[in-house]
Structures are given as C-alpha cells and as structure tokens.
C-alpha cells in the first residue's frame, strides 16, 4: 500500500513564526502536491513538485514556500504565519499518472 | 481558470437512498474523472474513475455516469450506508496539467439510519 505521512496531525503557532510541515511518501513517487482544504473552498493546491529540486507555484502559491531536496520528502514552509492560514493541509504524492495518493492531514491553528 | 463545479454542497439521505452528486465541467482537453472519498479526519482517498470513452462506471455500490456532451458527470451510491456518509469530491485531470487535478468544491453526504 502506498503511505504518504505527515509530521503532525495537530499544530499551534503564532502568529508570525515560522511554520514547517513536512511530508514522506514511501513509494518513489516523482510528483508531490501540497493543498489546503477549507470549507466551501474544497481542496487548493499551493505548491507541486514533479522532480527532486523542482517546483511548480499552484492556485494560491502567497505566502508559502516549499522545499523537496529528497525524492520522498516534500516540504510546506510558511515564512511568517498568519491567522488567515488557519487550515487544514494536505500533502498527496503521485507516479507519472492521473491518481493522486493524500496522507491523513495537518490541522494548522495560527494565534 | 480551469473549473470543476460541484453540487449539491451537502446532502442527507436516509438508510437506502440514492444520493447524486453531480459535476460539471468546461474545458474540453480533461480525460479522467475520479471521485475522491474523504472520511472525518482522513485525507481524500480514490474512490472510482471513468474515462469520457464510456458512459458508466459501476463498481460495488458505487456507479459514475458520464455525459460528454454536456460536460457533466456523476456519482450515484446504491442502497447508500451509514458509513458511506464522507466528503465525496469530484476531479478532473487532462495530460497536458503536469499530472495536477482540478478538485470541485465537495459534498458532505449524511446517511441517517
């Protein structure tokens, strides 16, 4: 079965700090997505990556980062959090196809 | 913008119903359709797909029709459960996105017993 975790399942910041979520997928997929969901919104991407070193700005790239120096490891960095980012974030992996594989979500809460 | 465009928001059905929930989209170029199932507290997991060369898809109690021509899809649930009551989200996807997929909005689905 493919696993794709992400390193908390909770997290609480303050405003203005800055935020790491990080994501592994343990099938040597090549592309990584990271996507917020709110209600009524659906799901967002922010930021995709199709190779090591590579990235691709999504629907609403603004005030996010991302890192991928590993082929499992995919990054969401949050520069300077705000309160407006308060979500719920949802890292996928995918092989060179259409199926998109979600680990369970990170519950961000920005104070 | 590439859209995807999902209704009803939320749905409550009893024991036995037939939830729908429809989608409908505009650019031509899409070639897979998947509905994502998505349970409190889970990421979206791949429910069923359907390619636009067919018009149905049905697999267990899960069934997708498929209109080509008015750029409209749906999923129908059979002898819908308790348990089926999730977050279901339609997609769309076409070879030229760089493999990403346009999500619609989701629909929350009650199933009362």
């Known amino acids: 079965d493919v696993k794709v975790t992400q390193s908390s399942r909770y997290l609480v910041k303050r405003t203005g700090e800055k935020v790491f979520l990080e994501c592994v997928q343990d099938?040597?997929?090549?592309?990584m997505f990271w996507y917020r969901q709110d209600p009524g919104l659906g799901l967002r991407l922010i930021y995709f990556s199709y190779d090591v070193k590579m990235k691709e700005k999504g629907d609403i790239p603004e005030g996010y980062s991302v890192s991928r120096e590993k082929k499992e490891r995919f990054s969401l960095i949050l520069e300077s959090a705000s309160t407006n980012q308060t979500s719920m974030y949802l890292c996928a992996s995918s092989p060179l196809s259409d199926t998109q594989y979600f680990g369970p979500g990170t519950r961000l809460t920005v104070l | 913008q590439q859209q995807v465009k999902q209704s009803p928001q939320s749905l409550i059905v009893q024991k036995g119903g037939i939830p729908i929930i429809n989608c409908a989209y505009e650019?031509?170029?899409?070639?897979?359709f998947p509905w994502y199932q998505q349970f409190p507290g889970k990421g979206p997991a791949l429910l069923i797909a359907i390619r636009p060369d067919v018009s149905e898809k049905k697999e267990g109690r899960f069934t997708i029709s498929f209109n080509k021509s008015a750029k409209q899809f749906s999923l129908h649930i059979m002898d819908s459960q308790p348990g089926d009551s999730a977050t279901y989200f339609c997609a769309a996807y076409s070879g030229g996105s760089n493999y990403k997929l346009t999500f619609g909005k989701g629909t929350l689905l009650t199933v009362n017993p």
């Open positions: 650019n031509t170029a899409f070639d897979y």
């Open positions: 099938m040597d997929h090549e592309n």
